[in-house]
């Protein structure tokens, strides 16, 4: 039997997800092949090749549209960490930009993910129709961001002065980036990671076992390391009372490509 995985992986869990995969490596004398993007396109190109045992995208958006398709095990499906949106800015906040009516100032460059391939991208509109000021913050936004590592990278190097991403993300360059937090009653969505096994996989057994070790107490220590959430509880001091974790949200024509 080929002792190898092959996993397509929303880049919001980039880091914990490499850390892992090298322990994993290291315990069970394995290989573990990982391929990062935006969750859309990950399960595109997964679909395509026909191949890879694990998909692992960003938030349950696009693990749906995935057991919508038949493209995952549905059963296999697990909850690796949590996500709460939030305003991603340059370190030390020069700007003051202290919550969502300050990225409809004039003259703000804001920038997204692509929200129909990136699930940061689609949280930040959801975030920005649910509050009703998409019509003004969007002659603001500068770019359409490929990946949440990307999006994170658009604010590191001053090509944006604020993006709507996730919190953790000020953990991916905390000399340059932080996050200002939403007011709980604008995130009526909690995201999650999930994670489940590829209609494509050729190990299976192989695949369940490294899902089995992400979401295992030290799989988690793993991610909390890096600063994510990884219980619901803590995750909903940052969002409504009543916000549904995951679920699915459809993008709104005008936003669609």
């Known amino acids: 039997m080929e002792r190898s995985i092959e996993l397509f992986v929303g880049s919001a869990s980039r880091l914990p997800v490499e850390e892992a995969a090298r322990i994993f490596e290291r315990e069970a004398g394995v290989s573990v092949v990982l391929h990062f993007g935006g969750s859309g396109r990950m399960l595109s190109e997964m679909k395509l090749s026909g191949c890879g045992d694990i998909y692992l995208p960003g938030s349950s958006d696009y693990m749906e549209l995935a057991k919508e398709k038949g493209l995952v095990v549905a059963q296999s499906e697990r909850i690796v960490a949590y996500l709460v949106p939030a305003i991603v800015v340059a370190e030390g906040n020069p700007l003051g930009v202290l919550g969502l009516e300050d990225l409809a100032r004039p003259g703000l460059r804001v920038a997204i993910a692509r929200p129909d391939a990136v699930c940061a991208g689609l ?76 209609v494509f996989s050729r190990n299976p057994a192989l695949a369940r076992r490294f899902i089995a070790f992400l979401t295992s107490p030290a799989g988690r220590s793993i991610f909390s390391k890096w600063h994510y959430t990884v219980t619901e509880e803590e995750a909903r001091r940052f969002a409504q009372a009543q916000a549904p974790v995951g679920g699915r949200w459809e993008l709104p024509r005008m936003w669609q490509r």
């Open 123 to 198: 949280y930040a509109v959801e975030v920005l129709e649910r509050a009703g000021i998409s019509g003004r913050v969007r002659p603001n936004i500068v770019t359409h961001a490929e990946s949440c590592e990307k999006l994170a990278q658009v604010v590191a190097l001053g090509l944006a002065d604020a993006a709507i991403g996730w919190r953790v993300m000020q953990y991916w360059d905390d000399e340059r980036l932080e996050a200002v937090a939403l007011a709980p009653e604008q995130v009526a969505r909690i995201g999650y990671i999930p994670v489940a096994v590829s």
